[in-house]
Structure formats: structure tokens, C-alpha cells
């Protein structure tokens, strides 16, 4: 089984920036084939995809997050992140860590979420 545990979130200010990360257990071999992703749910909403990021280094964004949000990886460390932003309180969520692995371990792993709140 691979886990997955996120890190950097917290309380900021509105037009704030943090940086979440997402440790993984996985081997480097694995890292650098899988597809991390980055979603988020808020209250009384769906989860929904923030961004993701395929081993060759391709990037999608929600279009909501697009120019504000970037999201990276470190195959040595084989540690996904998200760069935050001009943050806004609609960004306040759970946020939550995903890969996709194709080497074995293979499956879709889930980290158990990283809350940011956007508040004054």
C-alpha cells in the first residue's frame, strides 16, 4: 500500500500564499511513472480535481485555480506540491493527495486531506 500524507495547510488571509506538500512512501522507480493530483472539497460540495501532474512533468489546472496555483514534484524526493497563491476564502477546502501508479504497487492511493482556511 502507498501513503500519502499532506502537509502545509492552515489559516491565512485572503490574497495570502501557502504551500502544501504531499509525502509518499512510494519507490523512486514508481514516483517518477505515476500521476499525482491534487483535489479538494469543501462543505456541502463535491471533491473536485485542483490540478495534476504526469511523470513526464505535463500540468492540467482547474480553470478556477489557473495562474494562481502550481502544482510541482520532486522525483528524488518523490514528494508532490502545490503552490498557492492569491488565495480567496472559495478556496477554503479539505485538500487531498492522490497518485495513480502503473509500477508495484499499482492502484490509486488517497492521503487523508490537509484543511486551508481562507478568513480575515
Known amino acids: 500500500q502507498v501513503q500519502l500524507v499532506e502537509s502545509g495547510g492552515g489559516l491565512v488571509q485572503p490574497g495570502g500564499s501557502l504551500r502544501l506538500s504531499c509525502a509518499t512512501s512510494?519507490?523512486?522507480?514508481?514516483?517518477?511513472?505515476?500521476?499525482m493530483a491534487w483535489y479538494r472539497q469543501a462543505p456541502g460540495k463535491q471533491r473536485e480535481l485542483v490540478a495534476s501532474?504526469?511523470?513526464?512533468?505535463?500540468?492540467n489546472y482547474a480553470d478556477s485555480v489557473k495562474g494562481r496555483f502550481t502544482i510541482s514534484r520532486d522525483n528524488a524526493k518523490t514528494t508532490m506540491y502545490l503552490q498557492m497563491n492569491t488565495l480567496t476564502p472559495e478556496d477554503t477546502a479539505v485538500y487531498y493527495c492522490?497518485?495513480?501508479?502503473?509500477?508495484?504497487?499499482?492502484?490509486?492511493?488517497w492521503g487523508q486531506g490537509t484543511q486551508v482556511t481562507v478568513s480575515s
Open positions: 492522490h497518485a495513480r501508479t502503473i509500477m508495484v504497487p499499482r492502484g490509486d492511493y
Open positions: 512510494t519507490s523512486r522507480l514508481s514516483f517518477i511513472t505515476s500521476t
Open positions: 501532474i504526469t511523470g513526464d512533468g505535463t500540468t
